[in-house]
T-cell receptor
Framework: DVKVTQSSRYLVKRTGEKVFLECVQD?????MFWYRQDPGLGLRLIYF???????EKGDIPEGYSVSREKKERFSLILESASTNQTSMYLC????????????FGQGTRLTVV | AQSVTQLGSHVSVSEGALVLLRCNYS??????LFWYVQYPNQGLQLLLK??????LVKGINGFEAEFKKSETSFHLTKPSAHMSDAAEYFC????????FGAGTRLTVKP
């Protein structure tokens, strides 16, 4: 089974802190994604990566950056956390190609106070 | 660019009744379409997917969906709802990346 592991289930951070959310997949997938999930808005794509050191902006990249130094790991960085970044963050990976499904981690619920 | 619209943020059915969750897509290229389910406090898992070929797609847990190009729709159905089907359901379309709808929360009444 594909496993996508997010480093934390719950995080509480202070406004202005730099926050790192880590995601690791164990199936040698090419693509990795970071989504933000908010009630009534579904999943919104923040960034995705189709190869090591490659990244593409999604719909809501402002206030976020990403890093993919190794194929299995994709990190989401909140440069200076703000209260409007309180949300559920979901990481996903897929094999590559448009017809392959995404496999999701359990999510990180981030609260910024 | 591609997108999906899910009609109805909340659907409530009785146990044993038909489940119908609606999804319409927009895509500039032939779409690849997916339905995912999310149970409370969990990530998303794949129910079914349409890539090419047969337009009626069968998935897990008795769900199926029909791709209708003329209507740009990919509605999800299940003939008889079970209490365990209560969850949030997301439709998604894939091109260079994967885009999701806003989700439909399904409630099943005893």
């Amino acid at each position: 089974d594909v496993k996508v592991t997010q480093s934390s289930r719950y995080l509480v951070k202070r406004t202005g802190e730099k926050v790192f959310l880590e995601c690791v997949q164990d199936m040698d997938h090419e693509n990795m994604f970071w989504y933000r999930q908010d009630p009534g808005l579904g999943l919104r794509l923040i960034y995705f990566s189709y190869d090591v050191k490659m990244k593409e902006k999604g719909d809501i990249p402002e206030g976020y950056s990403v890093s993919r130094e190794k194929k299995e790991r994709f990190s989401l960085i909140l440069e200076s956390a703000s209260t409007n970044q309180t949300s559920m963050y979901l990481c996903a990976s897929s094999l590559g190609g448009m017809n392959t499904e995404a496999f999701f981690g359990q999510g990180t619920r981030l609260t910024v106070v | 660019a591609q997108s999906v619209t899910q009609l109805g943020s909340h659907v409530s059915v009785s146990e044993g009744a038909l489940v119908l969750l609606r999804c319409n897509y927009s895509s500039s290229v032939p779409p690849y379409l997916f339905w995912y389910v999310q149970y409370p406090n969990q990530g998303l898992q794949l129910l079914l997917k349409y890539t090419t070929g047969a337009t009626l797609v069968k998935g897990i847990n008795g769900f199926e969906a029909e791709f209708k190009k003329s209507e740009t729709s990919f509605h999800l159905t299940k003939p008889s709802a079970h209490m365990s089907d209560a969850a949030e359901y997301f439709c998604a379309v894939s091109a260079t990346d994967m885009r999701f709808g806003a989700g439909t929360r399904l409630t099943v009444k005893p």
